[in-house]
């Protein structure tokens, strides 16, 4: 995967929006490869990189079918090899070249609009402890075992929307330094997780 000699990573939701807005308007095509989204953001940064898969499942972009899989086997790539101690990730070319349509993923850009002005308003420097050094390799197992749940949950209707909803927040948690929106993002995924196992037993 390619890196900018001069990357940028966007520091709120609302930042990571715009530069997904101005990849996807920049693209000359009817649509937009997941290279291009990860570029976008900041393709060495994990936080963003769980931010991009994150808010693929939780947008209206999650009804295409075989698309939280895919974000799934992305996170567990990407969580995989911080685990690994590599600080630039390798994806598979056949994953990178993967699309969403142009037209729906800037649809879904807009859908999240408010949604981001909202949450920006409530992250800050927060248990930043939590969201550097050592205590990376804890979120990366969270994330791998949030990925590993999503093709399961892809048969329950809208089931992946708390795994989409999770790894953004927990992305936005690392690229905000808020460890307190970490914790408390997986605190809500277990509950979340444990009432729709609550309701097939």
């Known amino acids: 995967m390619t890196n900018h000699d001069a990357e940028q990573t966007p520091e709120d939701l609302e ?5 997904l807005e101005g990849a996807g308007k920049e693209v000359d095509a009817d649509s937009i490869s997941v290279e291009t ?3 976008a ?3 060495r940064s994990f936080g963003a990189m769980l931010l991009v898969p994150g808010l693929l499942v939780f947008s209206p972009l999650s009804g295409i079918v075989g698309l939280p899989t895919l974000c799934g086997l992305l996170v567990l790539l990407i969580a995989g090899q911080l685990l690994a101690g590599r600080k630039h990730f390798w994806l598979p070319r056949w994953l990178l070249r993967r699309s969403v349509p142009r037209k729906r993923f800037l649809k879904a850009l807009r ?3 408010p949604v981001a002005r909202w949450v920006d308003k409530l992250i800050k420097h927060r248990l930043t402890m939590l969201t550097h ?7 990366a197992v ?15 209707p809208f089931a992946n929307s ?9 992305g936005l948690g690392l690229i905000a330094r808020d460890g307190l ?4 993002t997986v605190a809500v995924y277990l509950m979340g997780l444990g009432a729709i196992a609550y309701q097939f037993m």
């Open 15 to 19: 930042g990571l929006l715009d530069f």
């Open 37 to 39: 989204m990860l570029n």
């Open 162 to 170: 708390l795994s989409g909803a999770a790894l953004a927040a927990i």
């Open 133 to 139: 050094g050592a205590a990376t390799w804890v979120v």
């Open 111 to 113: 859908f999240l609009r």
């Open 181 to 184: 929106l970490v914790v408390l």
């Open 142 to 156: 969270i994330c791998i075992l949030i990925a590993l749940s999503m093709p399961v949950l892809e048969l329950v």
């Open 41 to 43: 953001v900041g393709s």
